[in-house]
């Protein structure tokens, strides 16, 4: 009896919307009717307003249903599922669905066509190639591929990647480290997570790469507590390389050793900052630390160390394996290769988009996204995370690039895009991220700790119950002033960017602060 193949995700966001169920239910209807079935248990591919997505292999490439609950399977399988054929569920060939034909994807070509964690799948889709490189090459080498890719770091400092490692390699040290930043907690991101649920082994191949790279012989991935999944799923990666020979004393054979330990995070935004990070990893309280040292210098345990986010160093495989010029191709400017957008919000076709730098921000939110889920007109769109600028229409014909962004006061960062309709209050949004930033700084630095606090209060003086007797124009140039104090001012990231949100809430919706004409002072 020949075998069908189908596909239902193990990710997270299929499985939150009942992809163990469907999984299940298929699995037993198809013993019910004698059916003999390869179920696997593949990633997602990023399509979430389809999930749970169940793709069956045919002749003609998978085919694919969504979004599919356990008591559609009867009736799926009645009309020809197995077979491929038409359904009122079904949207024919998998890559032809213009969501996907329309992307870029270079670091997320596996995404949703492999099983995570089969070793065997991983290689039969180009895994491991460019690591077999690497170990021909001597650190150096390895290191100028890098920096001739032009790959920037992806967490959102876009700093670039080969001179963290240029400086990490000249470093004289007997010890040296690899850390991979994953605490995500960037609202509307989620490519992260994906990357260790879904391709596990191509973010182990990138720490390799580092570690020979460097002369790195220990790595650490820091995961976000609230990623159960995804710690398995490394978990049991890590493992199953091990024992391959992959990870340990001897890579490969080829006389390197590397290890890599995966840390809970400890559930503070602020460690997503590499210092804090480390601080973390160490056992400490996640504080930040004072720049100088820098960590490529005295990083984890006073170590040289390189520190990568989970896309950085995801991104490295391709780049050794087609080379650098490949990967540069791709993308303008200063900011080359790809990026995997993440849209969510208030949006029709919520999901994971990987495109060359360059496209604007209407084509990702109207053409793949679909506008809003409401209905309603979009109002602001904010790029970058929770300390992100909230960009109006006026900029959505930029080209997402990271120094067409800095132009107006914008940042790209991890790529995490929030979509908001014309019922949004921005000062209220504003607000927010005053109060997220007093709730998650870690205190070290008064401007952030302060100010954060301050913030709030002004914001509640200039459109709170009492704001008509409050002097609203006084308390506007002051809430521009703190914010000058924060952006110049803070030891991180952390206060030094919570007041891009603010400010471009104030100068791109005034009326929304109870101001009659747009503020003229922007700063």
């Given at each position: 009896?020949?075998?069908v193949?189908?596909y239902?995700?193990r ?9 163990d169920e469907?999984a299940?239910?298929l699995?037993?209807?198809c013993?019910r009717?004698?059916?003999a079935?390869?179920?696997?248990r ?23 249903y ?6 559609d399977?009867?009736a799926l ?7 491929g054929?038409p359904h009122?569920?079904g949207?024919?060939?998998t ?9 870029e ?5 596996r ?8 070793l ?8 491991w ?6 170990l021909?090459?001597d650190g150096?080498?390895?290191?100028q ?8 770091g992806r967490?959102g ?7 963290k ?11 040296k ?8 907690g ?6 992260d ?5 879904g ?5 182990i191949?990138g720490?390799?790469i ?10 650490y ?7 159960p999944?995804?710690i ?7 493992r ?11 890579v490969?054979g080829?006389?390197h050793?590397?290890q890599?330990?995966?840390r809970?995070a400890?559930?503070?935004y602020v ?5 804090a990070?480390?601080?973390s990893i ?11 040292p ?10 040289p ?8 160093l ?6 050794l394996?087609?080379g650098?010029?490949f990967y ?13 957008f ?9 999901g994971?988009?990987?495109?060359a ?5 209407r084509?990702l ?6 506008g809003?889920?409401?209905?309603r007109r979009?109002k602001a769109?904010q790029?970058?995370g ?8 006026s900029q959505w014909d930029?080209?997402?690039d ?7 006061g914008?940042?790209v960062?991890h ?11 921005m000062?209220?949004l504003?607000?927010?991220a ?6 998650e700084?870690?205190g070290?630095c008064t ?12 914001i ?5 119950p009492?704001?008509a ?6 308390q ?6 703190l914010?000058?104090?924060m952006?110049h001012g ?8 919570t ?6 809430a ?7 602060f ?5 503020d003229?002072?922007?700063?």
């Amino acid at each position: 009896m020949n075998q069908v193949t189908v596909y239902v995700p193990r990710d997270s966001a299929a499985l939150a919307v009942g992809a163990d169920e469907v999984a299940a239910a298929l699995q037993a209807e198809c013993t019910r009717r004698g059916v003999a079935l390869n179920l696997v248990r593949n990633g997602s591919r990023g399509l979430f307003w389809l999930e749970p997505m169940v793709e069956v292999a045919t002749p003609s490439g998978r085919v694919a249903y969504g979004p599919v609950q356990a008591e559609d399977v009867p009736a799926l399988l009645d009309a020809g599922l197995l077979q491929g054929n038409p359904h009122a569920l079904g949207h024919g060939l998998t890559e032809e669905m213009p969501y996907l034909a329309r992307q870029e994807r270079l670091t997320f070509a596996r995404m949703g066509v492999t099983d995570p964690l089969s070793l065997a799948d991983y290689e039969a889709h180009d895994g491991w190639v460019g690591l077999t490189r690497a170990l021909q090459m001597d650190g150096m080498a390895i290191v100028q591929q890098v920096l001739d890719s032009g790959l920037r770091g992806r967490g959102g400092a876009a700093f670039p990647a080969g001179i963290k490692w240029r400086t990490v390699l000249q470093a004289q040290a007997a010890q040296k480290y690899v850390v991979c930043n994953a605490d995500e907690g960037d609202s509307g991101t989620f490519s992260d997570r994906m990357t260790m649920e879904g391709d596990p082994y191509m973010l182990i191949e990138g720490m390799l790469i580092a570690g020979l790279a460097v002369g790195a012989t220990q790595g650490y991935i820091y995961i976000r507590s609230e990623y159960p999944h995804a710690i398995d799923v490394m978990n049991e990666a890590i493992r199953r390389a091990t024992v391959a020979g992959f990870l340990g004393a001897d890579v490969c054979g080829g006389g390197h050793a590397f290890q890599i330990e995966v840390r809970k995070a400890a559930g503070a935004y602020v460690c997503g900052e590499e210092t804090a990070m480390l601080e973390s990893i160490e056992g400490k309280r996640g504080i930040v630390r004072a720049k100088p040292p820098l960590p490529a210098i005295q990083g984890l345990f006073g170590q040289p160390t390189v520190i990568n986010n989970v896309i950085s160093l995801a991104s490295v495989p391709i780049i050794l394996a087609r080379g650098a010029d490949f990967y540069r191709d791709f993308g303008m400017g200063r900011s080359r290769g790809t990026l995997p957008f993440q849209l969510a919000g208030n949006i029709q076709h919520g999901g994971l988009v990987e495109k060359a730098f360059g496209l604007s921000l209407r084509e990702l939110v109207f053409d793949f996204g679909g506008g809003t889920r409401s209905g309603r007109r979009v109002k602001a769109i904010q790029v970058g995370g929770p300390l992100g600028a909230y960009v109006p229409e006026s900029q959505w014909d930029l080209p997402l690039d990271y120094e067409a962004y800095a132009a107006v006061g914008a940042v790209v960062g991890h790529g995490g895009i929030v979509v908001h309709d014309d019922s949004a209050d921005m000062a209220q949004l504003a607000r927010y991220a005053m109060e997220f930033c007093a709730l998650e700084s870690c205190g070290k630095c008064t401007p952030c700790r302060i100010g954060s606090t301050r913030g709030v209060e002004v914001i509640d003086r200039i459109v709170g119950p009492q704001s008509a007797s409050q002097n609203r124009p006084q308390q506007v140039h002051l809430l521009r002033d703190l914010c000058d104090t924060m952006l110049h001012g803070s030891l991180c990231a952390m206060g030094g960017m919570t007041p891009y949100p603010v400010l471009s809430a104030l100068n791109h919706y005034p009326e929304d602060f109870g101001l009659s004409v747009p503020d003229t002072k922007a700063a």
